[in-house]
Every structure is written in C-alpha cells, then in structure tokens.
C-alpha cells in the first residue's frame, strides 16, 4: 500500500495529479492537506485534511508512520518553506527510525 501525502492538494495540479495517480496505481491513499479540508474529487482512497499547509505543526500531525510520497504543491514564502521543510525532515527520520 503506498500512502501519498499532497500538500494544497485541492488546487487545479493537485487534483489532476490525484487523478491520473489514482488510475495508476490502485493501492495508493492520499491524504489531500489544505485549509479548507474539501475537494471535489470523491473517492474512497482520498482522505480530506484540514489543515494550514505553511505551519508545519499542524502538517507534522498528519505525517504518517508509513510514508511514501510527500507532494509539496504550495507556493509560500521562502522562510515558510524552509521552516517546513527542516520540521518535515525531521518528521521524516523519526518515522524512519
């Protein structure tokens, strides 16, 4: 099972994205992260997120023991990003250990 996690996935890239991922590969959940939580794509292995994708605390809650793919398709500012990312780097090497 391949868990994917779509930062902004709710966006006009996110949704093609999930998809033509969706079609490829039937073993994939997503887990969409975005302010609002809602999307228009309604499929079981879509699960809706409501979250602030620039704070990384509440994206860190969301990130699973068992994680594949984390899709970034936000645009922020450059210290948002960078704080996010060093927080998402650790996240990752504590799920990993």
């Known amino acids: 099972m391949t868990n994917v996690v779509l930062l902004g996935g709710n966006g006009y890239l996110g949704r093609n994205l999930t998809k033509h991922w969706i079609k ?4 994939a ?3 969409v992260v975005s302010r609002s939580g ?3 794509l309604t499929d079981p292995r879509i699960i809706n997120v409501s979250a602030d994708v620039t ?7 969301y990130l699973l023991a068992k994680l594949d793919y984390i899709v ?3 645009r922020r500012q450059k210290k948002i990003l960078l704080n996010l990312k060093k927080s998402m780097i650790y ?5 990993l250990l």
């Open 24 to 27: 490829a590969d039937s073993d």
């Open 29 to 31: 959940t997503f887990y």
């Open 38 to 40: 809602k999307n228009k």
């Open 55 to 61: 704070d990384s605390k509440q994206v860190a809650k």
């Open 72 to 74: 970034d398709l936000v």
């Open 91 to 95: 996240q990752l090497k504590r799920c």
